[in-house]
């Protein structure tokens, strides 16, 4: 097992990418603390002893502080943060509401950079790793998602600042950038438009290997990123697209 006893948090791990990212760690031996303000997680903690779950919202400072202090006491520690927690909405720059805007700003980069500060003492410590979720829509344009596009471009930034800052410490810092993956997210996306079927036909269409990405496929990225294979990589963008960003 490729992450035997590794000390794990996870942001946003009850559903979709973060769920498969927390099962896919358990599964190569990790022990996970899931951090979520969702009351009813889908990993089911109770029938894993190595799984805890941590009620807080990642924009709220006081929240973060006390779950973190939770999560790191029940770990023993601290190796590995993996900072998922996200979303986003469809708008153009027009479209785009100033309360859109700033909800997406607080859980897309306030959260990550709120939670890495509190656990970078830890993850110094250990000389750990941190990975953060970005998106391609951080790297290169996608129609309609202006917000989400800036948000996900700044964690990129704030991804190798980080890297940057504590190479030295010994702390890793790296992004995973997935195009289209086929989560309950993306449905209650696709859900708000007139057409919700021809626009996931579209959405689908648009990556050329023809299909949506799996929760699963994005979990292996982070596996790689949080094991000693990927020792020599820090400050990297791993792209995940079906081959989106290749045209």
Request: aromatic share 6%; hydrophobic share 40%.
């Amino acid at each position: 097992m490729r992450l035997n006893n590794y000390k794990t948090i996870v942001t946003g791990g009850s559903s979709g990418i973060g769920k498969a990212i927390v099962d896919s760690f358990l599964l190569e031996g990790a022990k996970v603390a899931v951090i979520d303000k969702d009351p009813t997680p889908n990993v089911e903690p109770k029938r894993n002893p190595n799984c805890l779950f941590v009620k807080a919202d990642v924009t709220k400072s006081a929240d973060i502080g006390m779950a973190a202090k939770e999560a790191v006491k029940w770990l023993g520690g601290l190796d590995t943060l993996v900072n998922n927690a996200g979303f986003g909405l469809p708008g153009t720059l027009l479209e785009t509401t100033e309360t859109n805007w700033h909800q997406m700003l607080a859980v897309n980069l306030t959260g990550p950079f709120l939670v890495s500060q509190v656990l970078m003492p830890h993850l110094i410590q250990s000389k750990g790793s941190i990975i953060m979720m970005a998106s391609v829509a951080g790297m290169v344009g996608i129609k309609e998602r202006t917000a989400y596009c800036a948000t996900k471009g700044g964690v990129i930034s704030l991804m190798r600042s980080i890297a940057l800052d504590y190479v030295g410490e010994g702390v890793r810092c790296n992004a995973i950038c997935p195009g289209t993956v086929d989560t309950p997210w993306v449905d209650r996306m696709v859900a708000t438009y007139p057409d919700p079927v021809q626009t996931k036909k579209q959405m689908t269409n648009r990556q050329p290997m023809g299909r949506l990405g799996q929760p699963h496929e994005i979990a292996s990225g982070a596996v790689y990123l949080a094991s000693k294979d990927s020792n020599f990589v820090t400050g990297s963008c791993l792209v995940i697209d079906g081959g989106l960003t290749m045209q």
